[in-house]
Nanobody
Framework: QVQLVESGGGLVQAGSSLRLSCAVSGRTFRSYHMGWFRQAPGKEREFVAAIRRNGGIAAYPDSVKGRFTISRDNAKNTVYLQMNSLKPEDTAVYYC???????????????????WGQGTQVTVSS
């Protein structure tokens, strides 16, 4: 089991940018696929982005494609989510997650991850 700690959330205006960070404990970070999810009040947790363990491939839903970019620094045990052109509908708690299963096919579902951070709030005002 690894520990994940998100940071970088905040209150911004529509059209602004934010970069979230997720620091991961342990020596096996490079063996995990990593993902970001978000959950708005009254809604289900939603997939936002994922990146393969070697950083070579990323995945996004249409709702954030072209605006959000996931990246990772395996030397720093950190995964990032750069969010540009933020919209009020991006308001949510954002969670970082780690997948040790190696199954890229489950990377868009919460069930594909076995470790989660505590979340960081992102609020976008109109």
């Amino acid at each position: 089991q690894v520990q994940l700690v998100e940071s970088g959330g905040g209150l911004v205006q529509a059209g602004s940018s934010l970069r979230l960070s997720c620091a991961v404990s342990g020596r096996t970070f490079r063996s995990y696929h990593m993902g970001w999810f978000r959950q708005a009040p009254g809604k289900e947790r939603e997939f936002v982005a994922a990146i393969r363990r070697n950083g070579g491939i990323a995945a996004y839903p249409d709702s954030v494609k072209g605006r959000f970019t996931i990246s990772r620094d395996n030397a720093k045990n950190t995964v990032y989510l750069q969010m540009n052109s933020l919209k009020p509908e991006d308001t949510a708690v954002y969670y970082c997650a780690a997948s040790s299963s190696g199954s890229w096919g489950q990377i868009t579902t919460a069930g594909g991850y076995d470790s989660w951070g505590q979340g960081t709030q992102v609020t976008v005002s109109s």
